[in-house]
T-cell receptor
Framework: GQNIDQPTEMTATEGAIVQINCTYQTSGFNGLFWYQQHAGEAPTFLSYNVLDGLEEKGRFSSFLSRSKGYSYLLLKELQMKDSASYLCATVDSNYQLIWGAGTKLIIKP | GAGVSQSPRYKVAKRGQDVALRCDPISGHVSLFWYQQALGQGPEFLTYFQNEAQLDKSGLPSDRFFAERPEGSVSTLKIQRTQQEDSAVYLC???????????????FGPGTRLTVL
């Protein structure tokens, strides 16, 4: 079967760092996406990883370990506008996106 | 256009009614996807078009769901005889390349929130 696990909710403080984990078991693997989704809005692209390692993009970084079926999204210097849901999605052998349920991140001042 | 647009943004239907949801993808984008997103869940794949061809409809939950993209741009998702379990946000996404290139970023519209009473 196909399974993507993320924590349901996380809370962090403005200015701090938070790491959102994602573990996956999918039929085939052709990469992993992270998307941000504010309530009532469209998911917006954050990152795509297909090779092991860390990809840094400004305040956001994404890490992938294919052997462990594991990824994380690291957000630094948190801002109030980072309060959103963060969705992890893998690309399976049929090139379909398989989505996690998302992690709701709450930023407190 | 600047991004993917969808209409209507909100739709309330009585059980048994037919509804039609529209998606305008980014101009020139080859691939178009429809997803269903329940509250507090990630999107679930419904169907995929490459230009006007519907190449994958494996995610459509029943034969009450029908999608088309006759000219390879605008797409319509139609739900016949709506049921309460159809209540969800319906998201449309487009990407620039065909062939379901794994790294090809999908750009999402704001969705249509369908409520079936």
């Amino acid at each position: 079967g196909q399974n993507i696990d993320q924590p349901t909710e996380m809370t962090a403080t403005e200015g701090a760092i938070v790491q959102i984990n994602c573990t996956y078991q999918t039929s085939g693997f052709n990469g992993l996406f992270w998307y941000q989704q504010h309530a009532g809005e469209a998911p917006t692209f954050l990152s795509y990883n297909v090779l092991d390692g860390l990809e840094e993009k400004g305040r956001f970084s994404s890490f992938l370990s294919r052997s462990k079926g594991y990824s994380y999204l690291l957000l630094k210097e948190l801002q109030m506008k980072d309060s959103a849901s963060y969705l992890c999605a893998t690309v399976d052998s049929n090139y379909q996106l398989i989505w996690g349920a998302g992690t709701k991140l709450i930023i407190k001042p | 256009g600047a991004g993917v647009s969808q209409s209507p943004r909100y739709k309330v239907a009585k059980r048994g009614q037919d509804v039609a949801l529209r998606c305008d993808p980014i101009s020139g984008h080859v691939s178009l996807f429809w997803y269903q997103q329940a509250l507090g869940q990630g999107p679930e794949f419904l169907t995929y078009f490459q230009n006007e061809a519907q190449l994958d409809k494996s995610g459509l939950p029943s034969d009450r769901f029908f999608a088309e993209r006759p000219e390879g741009s605008v797409s319509t998702l139609k739900i016949q005889r709506t049921q309460q379990e159809d209540s969800a946000v319906y998201l449309c996404a487009s990407s620039s390349r065909g062939g379901r290139t794994p790294s090809d970023t999908q750009y999402f519209g704001p969705g249509t929130r369908l409520t079936v009473l």
